[in-house]
């Protein structure tokens, strides 16, 4: 089976920046689109950003827009998540996903996860 593991995690100051990434072990990595959720503490899993199979379509959800940027390395078999401007409700465990839905934002339709990063934002 395909094994995703985030890395880059940890506590930053509100306004700091951190890059997460997601190695993937699997022969067919480079056909998965790529997705990165998150969940906070009594709240559910929410979408965080996607990229498709070839890196050239992105789409991130509202709360993140203009301060994440998705990323994918196909050679190296890794995803980033740039992550600027951290505000304190940024904090969660972040969690990367694979699917071959195309450009899918829904939880259900992604087949292989990680076990997730803390990512905590102090104020």
């Known amino acids: 089976q395909v094994q995703l593991r985030e890395s880059g995690g940890g506590l930053v100051q509100a306004g700091g ?11 067919t990595f480079s056909r998965y689109e790529m997705g990165w959720f998150r969940q906070a503490p009594g709240k559910e899993r929410e979408f ?8 050239v379509s992105t789409y991130y959800a ?12 196909n050679v190296e078999n890794t995803m980033y998540l740039q992550m600027n401007s951290l505000k304190p409700e940024d904090t969660a465990v972040y969690s990367c996903a694979a699917t071959f839905r195309a450009m899918s934002r829904n939880v259900r339709e992604y087949e292989y996860w990680g076990q997730g990063t803390q990512v905590t934002v102090s104020s």
């Open 17 to 27: 920046s951190l890059r997460l990434s997601c190695a993937a072990s699997g022969r």
């Open 48 to 55: 965080v950003a996607v990229i498709s199979w070839s890196g």
């Open 62 to 73: 509202d709360s993140v827009k203009g301060r994440f940027t998705i990323s994918r390395d």
